[in-house]
């Protein structure tokens, strides 16, 4: 079985697939964390940002592994907070729309959904990875409410950043995910649409357990 998720970065769904997850009892892959560990591999290199060539090496020389609990790991070194900083989520955008480190990283996800279970969260799931899945669901909220969940999430990890700081990168990343030349956020006729703004956590999970069980 394949659940394929989409939606924009705050929407909910790193929470949700895990919640999921846990109650199905499958595995569960976070795609954004994939690109953030480009990113991370890319800031410690000396490379820049116009050089698409060395990004594309670099993206092919790097291991990224998951480890129990949603842990990431980076050429074996666990990188799962060192990925989620400030720095990490402004240059993630730029490096996910190089085509040849999408097309690499389309690659791996679908290995990992080889011979197993599996939910997938991400931007382009649900249109390019796995097109097929079983289960296709698109995440949505507000602008406004998806930058007061990161806010919220961020001054927990204490990372500091005002909430109009949070509101304008979300727009800025709105904006590069849905105009990708391959993999734009895109919502689409044949997925399940979900509107999170005045939804729990919980009541989302129950929304799309209900869907699953229907069939
Ligand atoms: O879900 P996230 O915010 O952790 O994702 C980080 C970035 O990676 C996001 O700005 C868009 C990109 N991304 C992507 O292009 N395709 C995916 N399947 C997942 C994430």
Do not use: W
Not at 26 to 51: K, Q
């Amino acid at each position: 079985m394949i659940i394929a998720i989409d939606g924009p970065a705050g929407s909910g769904k790193g929470t949700i697939t895990k919640i999921i997850a846990d109650r199905l009892g499958i595995v569960n892959i976070d795609t954004g964390a994939m690109y953030r560990c480009i990113a991370l591999a890319f800031l410690r290199s000396n490379l820049s940002i116009e050089d698409k060539e060395g990004i594309i090496a670099l993206t092919k020389k790097i291991k990224i592994k998951f480890g129990e609990n949603g842990k990431v790991f980076l050429d074996d070194e666990e990188v799962s907070g060192l990925i989620r900083t400030k720095e990490i989520s402004t240059v993630v955008s730029p490096i996910s729309s190089i085509v040849e480190v999408r097309e690499q990283m389309v690659k791996s996800q679908r290995k990992l959904a080889e011979g197993c279970s599996i939910i997938m969260e991400g931007r382009d799931i649900t249109t390019v990875v796995f097109p097929n899945a079983d289960y296709k669901f698109y995440l949505d909220a507000t602008l406004e409410e998806r930058a007061r969940r990161r806010f919220k999430q961020n001054q927990e990890a204490g990372i500091e950043m005002s909430y109009e700081e949070v509101l304008e990168s979300i727009r800025k990343r709105d904006y590069n995910d849905m105009h990708k030349e391959v993999g734009s956020l895109t919502r689409t006729e044949d997925q399940i649409y979900i509107d999170s703004t005045n939804l729990t956590i919980e009541e989302v999970a129950q929304e799309i357990l209900k869907h699953i069980k229907e069939r």
